[in-house]
C-alpha cells in the first residue's frame, strides 16, 4: 500500500470508530457536535475519513463528550508502529510542561506593552497575574481578559497576539521531547490561556507530533497543582500514577504531581544541558543533537 493510501485507510478507520461510538453512546451526530462545541460538517468529514490528521484536541473533546477514553477512538494505529518503553523506575507516560519548558520569553510581552503604552511594566505585570489563575481555568474569557488589559492601557490589547509575538521554542528541550516521542508515550500538559497551545502548534512554535494526550487547563477547569488537573491528566493518560513523569520548571507544580504519586523532573531554564542530561539519563536515552 502507499503512503498516501495508508493514510487514507487510517482516517477512514478513525472515523469509522468515531461513528461506531458514537451510535453506541446514543448521540446523533447534531447531539455529539452540540455538546462538544464541533461544527457539523467538521465531525461529518471526520466520520468520512476526508480530514487528513484531526487535531488532537478535537479528538480529545468528542473522547470526552462521549465518555471513552482517546485509545478507544484513536486505536492501536500509532501502538501498533512503536514499541513503548518502561524505564527501571517505571515511567511508561512524560508529560512536558509548555510555558519555561518547552517555550520561553512570553514575559517580553509586558515589556512591549509597557513600551507601546508608557505605562511601567510592573503595573501590567500585576494587572496580569491578578487575573492569570481564573483564565487558566477558563472561568474568565480571554476577551473578558483583554478588555481589562485595554481600559488600564488606554489602548487595545490582543494578549494572545503579544504572547505569540513573545515566545520562541526551548530548542534543546523541543528536541530531547521529539527523541522521547520516539519511545515513550507523551502528552502536553500545561497552565495555559484559551486558544493558546492550539495557537503554538499551529505557528509551528511547538513541535507537530502525535501527542498521546494534551491537557490544557483552561479546557478541563483546573490548574496545576490542584490535585484535580492531575487526577485528569492521569485519566487521560490511560497509565497508572506511578508510570507518570512530569517534566515541569515550576516547583509548586511538580510537588502537586509528586503527591499525586508521580515521578518528576525539573527543567532549569537557566542550566539547560544539566536539565536535558537529567531527562536523558532518566529516560535512558542520549542527549539529543539541537
Not at 20 to 46: E, P
Not at 105 to 134: H, K
Not at 264 to 290: F, I, M, T, W
Request: negative net charge; proline residues 3%.
Amino acid at each position: 500500500m502507499s503512503e498516501t493510501g495508508g493514510v487514507r485507510a487510517a482516517e477512514q478507520a478513525l472515523g469509522a470508530r468515531l461513528q461506531a461510538v458514537r451510535r453506541d453512546k446514543g448521540f446523533t451526530q447534531q447531539q455529539l457536535c452540540q455538546k462538544a462545541n464541533l461544527s457539523y460538517s467538521t465531525l461529518a468529514k471526520i466520520e468520512r475519513g476526508a480530514i487528513k490528521s484531526p487535531s488532537i484536541f478535537t479528538i480529545q473533546r468528542i473522547a470526552a463528550t462521549l465518555g471513552v477514553g482517546l485509545d478507544e477512538l484513536i486505536g492501536e494505529s500509532k501502538q501498533a508502529t512503536h514499541e513503548y518503553r518502561h524505564t527501571a523506575s517505571g515511567v511508561g507516560f512524560v508529560y512536558f510542561d509548555v510555558n519555561g519548558c518547552l517555550v520561553r520569553g512570553y514575559q517580553r510581552a509586558f515589556t512591549a506593552l509597557a513600551a507601546e503604552s508608557g505605562i511601567l511594566p510592573d503595573v501590567i505585570e500585576t494587572l496580569f497575574w491578578r487575573y492569570n489563575d481564573e483564565i487558566n481555568r477558563g472561568t474568565m474569557s480571554l476577551d473578558n481578559f483583554n478588555d481589562a488589559l485595554s481600559k488600564r492601557l488606554g489602548q487595545t490589547v490582543d494578549w494572545a497576539e503579544a504572547y505569540f509575538a513573545a515566545v520562541e521554542p526551548v530548542v534543546g528541550m523541543q528536541a530531547m521531547l521529539a527523541e522521547v516521542a520516539e519511545h515513550f508515550k507523551v502528552g502536553l500538559f500545561t497552565n495555559s490561556m484559551p486558544g493558546l497551545v492550539q495557537g503554538l502548534l499551529s505557528r509551528g512554535v511547538l513541535p507537530d507530533l502525535a501527542y498521546d494526550v494534551v491537557v490544557d487547563s483552561s479546557e478541563i477547569g483546573a490548574i496545576k497543582p490542584e490535585a484535580k488537573a492531575y487526577k485528569i491528566a492521569a485519566q487521560r493518560s490511560g497509565c497508572a500514577a506511578d508510570e507518570i513523569l512530569l517534566i515541569d520548571d515550576t516547583r509548586n507544580c511538580l510537588t502537586g504531581a509528586e503527591e499525586a504519586g508521580w515521578h518528576v523532573l525539573q527543567y532549569d531554564g537557566a542550566l539547560p544541558d544539566d536539565s536535558l542530561r537529567r531527562v536523558a539519563d532518566s529516560l535512558e536515552l542520549p542527549v539529543p543533537d539541537r
